[in-house]
């Protein structure tokens, strides 16, 4: 009978034991519905245009390091109150040393700063200049490849990768220079806020290796076009994302309509992905192709809103890139801007159909093919003249068989392995359509009805992702209208629309949003997640208080 009382005591304070650990167990995380962006802060720049670009954040001395283009300097903001911003200092690159022209991007990880500084002239091997975040004091400089475009640590700060996109000069003129681009992996032990010095070692991976398969790569689709280049020449690495094991890199090559996969572990690039083409004569692919389309097969008509699908190829040409984590798997995000070559002396692939297509399209691909190629259908539209190699999209009749414009419009989810499952199609235009604070497809530097519907539409630049619990939301920048894009991604193929936040009102306010920067709350500030976005063409930053929403 002892025996058994005993029994019954322990078993009651085996109960009391366990309830008493559970109430001191909080609940896991609920996931959010959705969540909303509040802006409490801005600063604007000195030197107006380009005076905001890249942005990224300090925890430790909770100050925010701002890319000022126009007078290649990084501002350096006190974020401590995120709802005002305050300049501590601004550096210019030429205080870090002599020759160096603009800073093109900022990365920090544990106190401690990288800055990409290209060359004057910029087709000269740039630098990566270190700084402790604290009290801006120069640790260093690395030589890396020409223009050193955009940088990304790995998670665990061992290595900084470096883009360096290797710009010409010009193409076939007396002092042309066609640098090769490249990609510099930066070994890098020492990182802490209190650092007095750092171990680095640079490894520069280039593309020579591909040189002899040019035709292969053409012929997969990936653009290799300028003239008289070679393969490593004519790629130009632009952004950089890591996975989250720091194993793997992915590298968006604009121009080439492709990706670059870097082995970081064996210090390699290890393939190189054509990204293919977005077809917009599907349903729910379409754009407004046209600033004169209120008018009926006619060279002279007035702007209108007129999303439809089109029979046009739209080249990716990716600007920036994030990678995330679902499913147990890695994806890849891109802003599919678009860009030309279009101002280099003696080489501009930009042209409209009407132009180029002078002998008219092909009635045998194209239905309609007399009153398309009017100004108020495809006629305005900006397009390619060489898609790839010595191309031109025209048969030996000289009539246009393929039309490929710039960027696709859109936001695109990818495999690790580079395949496309999900591209976000119309909904950008669809979406800013009816804004009554700007107008439709207005571009950043004017409130003009369709300016920029012949052209890249909204076109989206800017990509940085947030995880609250198990869902993940990518927030995309749209250079042109303006404004921040909310999308749930947390289910890959099938992404949903969140919200939409646009602080422009028509010239005034926030315009041409560039750098998306994500400070987690754990990080920030106030203690709340926070997005920072630096305005181009405004000079302005902005903050943003994130609110998931229950």
């Not at 030429?94 to 990409?116: E, F, R, T």
């Not at 709350?521 to 943003?544: D, F, M, Q, R, W």
Request: with cysteine.
């Amino acid at each position: 009978m002892k025996q058994t009382n005993q029994r019954g005591k322990l078993l009651a304070l085996s109960l009391i034991a366990g309830a008493l650990l559970s109430a001191c167990i909080e609940p896991a995380p609920s996931a959010p519905s959705g969540l909303t962006l509040h802006k409490i802060g801005g600063y604007a720049h000195a030197g107006g245009l380009a005076s905001a670009e890249i942005t990224a954040y300090d925890a430790h001395s909770k100050r925010l390091f701002v890319v000022n283009g126009a007078l290649a300097s990084i501002d350096v903001l006190d974020l401590a109150d995120p709802a005002q911003p305050k300049l501590i200092a601004s550096l210019a690159a030429a205080d870090i040393g002599p020759g160096l022209g603009a800073i093109n991007s900022v990365a920090i990880h544990n106190g401690i700063v990288a800055l990409a500084i290209e060359a004057v002239p910029k087709t000269d091997k740039g630098i990566v200049a270190w700084l402790r975040a604290s009290d801006l004091q120069l640790l260093g400089t690395d030589t890396v490849g020409s223009l050193p475009d955009m940088l990304a640590f790995t998670p665990d700060g061992t290595h900084l990768l470096v883009a360096n996109e290797g710009e010409p000069n010009s193409y076939n003129q007396a002092d042309s220079a066609d640098p090769e681009g490249s990609i510099s992996l930066i070994r890098v032990q020492g990182l802490n806020p209190n650092a007095a010095r750092l171990q680095r070692t640079v490894h520069s991976l280039g593309f020579a290796a591909y040189n002899d398969q040019i035709d292969s790569l053409r012929a997969a689709g990936v653009r290799i076009y300028g003239p008289n280049a070679t393969v490593a020449q004519d790629l130009e690495p632009e952004y950089v994302t890591v996975a989250a094991d720091g194993n793997t890199a992915w590298v968006t090559l604009q121009e080439n309509n492709a990706l670059a996969v870097i082995d970081i572990k064996n210090k390699k690039i290890s393939a190189i992905k054509p990204l293919g083409f977005k077809d917009h004569s599907v349903d729910g692919m379409g754009m407004d192709a046209s600033d004169e389309d209120g008018g009926v097969d006619t060279n002279s008509g007035t702007p209108a809103v007129k999303i439809i699908p089109v029979p046009v190829k739209g080249m990716y040409l990716p600007d920036a890139i994030v990678s995330y984590q679902a499913n147990g798997k890695t994806w890849l995000i891109t802003a599919n801007e678009g860009d030309a070559r279009a101002d280099w002396p003696g080489f501009n692939e930009e042209t409209r159909v009407r132009s180029h297509c002078t002998l008219g399209l092909d009635p045998t691909v194209f239905a309609n093919a007399a009153n398309l190629i009017k100004d108020s259908n495809l006629g305005r539209l900006r397009i390619t003249a060489t898609p790839n190699g010595g191309q031109d999209g025209k048969n030996a009749a000289g009539l246009c068989t393929e039309l490929y414009s710039y960027g696709a419009r859109s936001f695109s989810i990818w495999s690790s392995d580079v395949q496309r499952v999900y591209d976000s199609g119309d909904q950008f235009e669809q979406r800013t359509q009816n804004l009554g604070n700007v107008n439709f497809n207005a571009s950043n530097d004017n409130n003009t009805l369709d300016g920029r519907s012949a052209s890249k539409g909204p076109e989206a630049e800017g990509v940085t992702v947030a995880s609250f619990a198990s869902k993940t939301f990518a927030f995309i920048g749209l250079e042109r209208v303006g404004g921040i894009m909310v999308y749930d991604v947390s289910k890959p193929s099938a992404p949903s629309f969140v919200s939409y936040v646009n602080e422009r009102n028509g010239m005034d306010g926030d315009r041409g949003p560039e750098g998306l920067h994500f400070i987690a709350a754990a990080k920030s500030p106030n203690g709340k997640p926070l997005l920072v976005v630096g305005n181009e063409t405004s000079g302005t930053t902005a903050i943003y208080e994130i609110k998931p929403v229950y």
